[in-house]
């Protein structure tokens, strides 16, 4: 698809060396999903989010989670109006189509599930009254993995709400001396091209989802996911909403990557980013230093992959 690699071009003017993070993204977006980034400031999580808002033409707004943020904070209230004599709503910064929730585990259990239940229903309601949020509306939420004091970490069945999981990692030495370079020029987010519009956006979702899958890829995505459920090192494998994510990404990335139908690789390519945040690995593996990734590894080698994909 040209226009996808258009968008990917564009966001790589500012992030560079961070093709993968911005594709996974993208998924993310073609699948109506939300994303849960994984890492440390500083690697670019803001700036990417800003850049995939502009180049795809889509608002913009940024949350920063603190533990006395409030839900009305981020759903936005209702404030009367002397001269229309009744109660005007006035949003809140979710009500933008792209929204990152930096630190979104350090506020209140009570603020985490507003913004989660406006991430499932896509929808909010306040006062009573249901405000409908934009569409396309798609959530980044950011998680620092190494600093937990004053934390409220996310319950499991929120955790199962997020598409991806995804960590972006630090840059390679040379694309780390370009971004010092960069960071001295006038190139800003605002320079990007708009290579999409939102009803564009639309118009791709749907059609990512279009793409064909062979009835024997789905009994394997079945078979893995079932896989996750009865390996002994697991306490909590993958939900059957899991596994209707891995379908649905395997199905974007092949459209990502100009096919008509989904491959094996695409399904394997996309199942650690939606499994990684959903398996729960059980204590004593924890102490002999086992980790969800060499479990998710070890779940894909030891699953066979069909042969042929024709029904």
Do not use: W
Not at 9 to 29: D, P
Not at 52 to 60: E, I, N, Y
Not at 129 to 152: C, M, R, S, W
Not at 222 to 231: F, I
């Amino acid at each position: 698809m040209e226009q996808i690699q258009q968008v990917l071009n564009a966001i790589e003017q500012v992030i560079i060396g961070k093709r993968s993070s911005a594709e996974q993204l993208l998924l993310g977006v073609l699948c109506s999903g939300h994303v849960l980034v994984e890492d440390v400031p500083g690697v670019g999580k803001t700036t990417l989010a800003k850049a995939m808002a502009q180049v795809l033409g889509c608002s913009f707004s940024r949350i920063q989670f603190t533990p006395d943020l409030m839900p009305s904070d981020i759903l936005g209230l209702s404030l009367y109006d002397q001269q229309q004599s009744a109660f005007v709503y006035h949003p809140g910064p979710l009500m933008n189509h792209i929204v990152l929730a930096d630190e979104i585990n350090r506020t209140s259990p009570k603020t985490q599930s507003s913004l989660l239940e406006a991430m499932s229903e896509k929808h909010i309601t306040v006062d009573g009254k249901t405000h409908e949020l934009p569409d396309p509306f798609f959530v980044i939420a950011t998680q620092n993995p190494v600093e937990y004091e004053g934390t409220y970490p996310l319950p499991e069945a929120q955790l199962d709400r997020f598409l991806l999981h995804v960590t972006m990692g630090y840059p390679e030495f040379d694309h780390e001396v370009s971004i010092l370079s960069l960071n001295t020029g006038t190139k800003t987010i605002q320079d990007l091209p708009q290579v999409l519009s939102p009803g564009e956006l639309k118009d791709l979702q749907v059609k990512s989802q279009q793409v064909y899958m062979a009835q024997s890829l789905q009994r394997y995505i079945v078979r893995l996911a079932q896989a996750t459920r009865e390996h002994s090192d697991v306490l909590l494998g993958l939900s059957p909403r899991g596994a209707q994510h891995i379908f649905r990404v395997a199905k974007a990335l092949a459209f990502i990557r100009g096919m008509d139908h989904v491959l094996p690789d695409h399904i394997k390519e996309v199942v650690p980013g939606v499994c990684h945040h959903r398996i729960i690995i059980r204590p004593e593996a924890r102490f002999r230093d086992i980790t969800v990734t060499q479990v998710i590894q070890n779940i894909l080698e030891a699953t066979s992959v069909p042969v042929l994909l024709d029904d």
